[in-house]
């Protein structure tokens, strides 16, 4: 499996940002993929996941209500629509791929990464 991120950049506070991740290698449809970040200096994150299944959706709090995850299964790319960015954004964002469906409780993981993309979000 091979993942690329790309679509950061630069942003001031309240704009917006879309990432994509293209995947390539095996079935799309059979993963479910998911968003971390890494802020300077901190530990990767969870941000985003969505489902093979269902294209159902998981959001960690502090993105909730402004970023939005989707899925292409025929363009084999999941994307990140990022609103209303602030500061606390700026972070290295990877895309990864869970071979597992998401399920109540259990969280994500990744078992395939991409590169990241640098996301920077000046006041």
């Known amino acids: 499996v091979q993942l690329q991120a790309s679509g950061g950049g630069m942003a001031e506070t309240g704009k917006s940002l879309r990432l994509t991740c293209t995947f390539s290698g095996r079935t799309f449809g059979s993963y479910s993929m998911v968003w971390f970040r890494q802020a300077p200096g901190k530990e990767r994150e969870f941000v985003a996941a969505i489902n093979w299944s269902d294209s159902s959706t998981r959001y960690a709090d502090s993105v909730k209500g402004r970023f939005t995850i989707s899925r292409d299964n025929d363009k084999d790319t999941v994307y990140l629509q990022m609103n209303n960015l602030n500061s606390d954004d700026t972070a290295v964002y990877f895309c990864?791929?869970?071979?597992?469906?998401?399920?109540?409780?259990?969280?994500?993981?990744?078992?395939?990464w991409g590169r990241g993309t640098l996301v920077t979000v000046s006041s």
């Open positions: 990864a791929a869970d071979t597992r469906r998401l399920a109540p409780g259990r969280s994500v993981r990744g078992d395939y």
